[in-house]
C-alpha cells in the first residue's frame, strides 16, 4: 500500500475503479509472473556446475515456452536468456558454436522474461555455487528490495538510486585474502517497461544523481540492480548475441538493398516485433546464414546491436531484478515469489 502523500490512493473509490479498468493488462502480467515464477524454480532445480550454458539456456527458454503456451507474438519470450558470467554483467547469452561450460567457482546472472499480450515481465537472479560469494549475491538482492521499497508513484529517480547505492555499498568481500569494496555498476539501470518494449524510455539509476523525474501512475518498471568488485562500470566487448529493432524505426521505410537482409527482416518482424531476440533464435526459424543481413539491418539502423556488458576481467558482478506495477491504489511486485 502507497504511505505518506500516497496513502489516500488505498481508500479512494475513483482510484479503485481506475485500477478495475486495467484488469486484463494486469492479468496479462501476472500470468507472465506466474511462468516466469515456475520457470526459475525449474531452473534453480537442474542447473549446475558442468553444464554448458547453451544447454541451461535452451531448457529455460523451453520450459516457459511450453507454460505459457507460447504462441508468437501473443505470448511467449520477451528477451534472449541472459546467463552472464563473473566480469560480464548482462547481455551475454552463447551462440551456437559457444561451448561455455559453467564452472563451480561462476557467479552467473540468469536473466530472462516472458510476455503475454505484450506485457513483459523482466527479473533475474544470480548463481553461485562457492560460498565465499554470497555478499556479492546479498549486495543486489539488498539494493533491489530497498529499490523496490522506494518506489512508488511521485518517487524521484535521483533518491531512488541514492538509496540503492548505500544499500550495496554497505558491503564487501573477500576474496583470496583481499577484501573489495562492493560497488554499484554506475552506468546500469532499472528501467520502464512498456508493451513489447523492454526499455520503455525511462532509466531508474542504482547510484546517486541529479535526475529530476519522477515515476508515474499505471507504469511498470524493471527494478535490477547491479553490483561489482571490479570498477563498477561496464563497457561492450565480446561477440554480440543480442539484437532488438530500434522502437522509433518501426513505422519509417528503411530502402534495403540486400534481398537477405528484406528476407530477415520479414522473419524479425513476424516472429518479435520490437522484442529483443539472439542469435540462437534465428538459427532456429532456418535463418542459418544471417550475419551478412543482420549486419545490414544494423547498419541501416533498423536493429540495433546490445553486446555484452563487461567490467575489468577477474572480478565478479551479481545482478537482481523485479518487475513492479504502480496500480492507482497500490504498489504490486509482480515478479516477487517464495526465492526472492
Same mark, same amino acid.
Given at each position: 500500500?502507497?504511505?505518506? #502523500?500516497?496513502? $489516500? ?14 484488469? =486484463?493488462? %494486469? ?14 524454480? @525449474?531452473?534453480?532445480? %537442474? ?6 550454458? &547453451? ?36 547481455? %551475454?547469452?552463447? #551462440? ?5 561450460? /559453467? ?8 536473466? $530472462? ?19 565465499? @560469494?554470497?555478499?556479492? *549475491? ?7 528490495? &530497498? ?16 538509496? !540503492?547505492?548505500?544499500? !550495496?555499498?554497505? %558491503? ?16 546500469? #539501470?532499472? =528501467?520502464? *517497461?512498456?508493451? @513489447? ?13 541529479? +535526475? ?22 561496464? *563497457? +561492450? ?5 543480442? @539484437? ?23 522473419? !524479425? ?42 567490467? *575489468? ?12 506495477? /504502480? ?14
Amino acid at each position: 500500500e502507497y504511505t505518506g #502523500n500516497n496513502a $489516500f490512493r488505498t481508500t479512494s473509490e475513483e482510484k479503485r475503479e481506475l485500477d478495475r479498468l486495467n484488469t =486484463h493488462d %494486469y492479468e496479462q502480467a501476472r500470468r507472465a509472473a506466474e511462468v516466469h515464477r515456475q520457470t526459475r524454480k @525449474y531452473v534453480q532445480s %537442474y542447473i549446475k556446475p558442468g553444464m554448458k550454458m &547453451v544447454d541451461i539456456c535452451q531448457r529455460l527458454e523451453s520450459k516457459y515456452r511450453e507454460l505459457v503456451a507460447a504462441n508468437g507474438l501473443e505470448c511467449g519470450s520477451a528477451f534472449p536468456t541472459g546467463c552472464s558470467i563473473n566480469h560480464v554483467a548482462a547481455h %551475454y547469452t552463447p #551462440n551456437y558454436g559457444d561451448n561455455t561450460v /559453467l564452472q563451480a567457482d561462476d557467479v552467473c546472472k540468469i536473466d $530472462f522474461g516472458v510476455q503475454v499480450g505484450g506485457r513483459i515481465i523482466d527479473s533475474a537472479w544470480t548463481v553461485a555455487f562457492n560460498p565465499r @560469494y554470497d555478499n556479492l *549475491i546479498k549486495s543486489t538482492q539488498d539494493g533491489t528490495n &530497498v529499490g523496490v521499497r522506494e518506489s512508488g508513484i511521485d518517487a524521484r529517480f535521483s533518491e531512488i538510486g541514492a538509496a !540503492i547505492q548505500e544499500a !550495496i555499498e554497505s %558491503y564487501e568481500i573477500e576474496l583470496d585474502g583481499k577484501t573489495h569494496q562492493i560497488k554499484p555498476i554506475r552506468n546500469l #539501470n532499472g =528501467h520502464s *517497461i512498456g508493451p @513489447y518494449r523492454v526499455h520503455g524510455g525511462k532509466s531508474v539509476p542504482i547510484v546517486k544523481n541529479s +535526475e529530476a523525474t519522477r515515476m508515474e501512475e499505471g507504469e511498470f518498471y524493471a527494478i535490477e540492480t547491479f553490483a561489482s568488485t571490479g570498477k563498477g562500470y561496464v *563497457i +561492450e566487448d565480446l561477440e554480440c548475441s543480442h @539484437y532488438m529493432k530500434d522502437f522509433d524505426m518501426v513505422d519509417r521505410h528503411v530502402p534495403l538493398r540486400l534481398k537477405s537482409a528484406k528476407d530477415l527482416l520479414n522473419c !524479425i518482424n513476424q516472429n518479435f516485433g520490437t522484442l529483443a531476440f539472439c542469435r540462437r533464435w534465428l538459427d532456429d526459424l532456418g535463418q542459418q546464414r544471417h550475419l551478412m543481413a543482420l549486419k545490414s539491418l544494423c547498419d541501416a539502423g533498423i536493429v540495433n546491436p546490445y553486446p555484452p556488458l563487461c567490467d *575489468i576481467k577477474g572480478c565478479y558482478t551479481s545482478q537482481m531484478e523485479h518487475t513492479i506495477l /504502480l496500480r492507482p491504489n497500490c504498489k504490486e511486485v509482480l515478479s516477487r515469489g517464495d526465492d526472492y
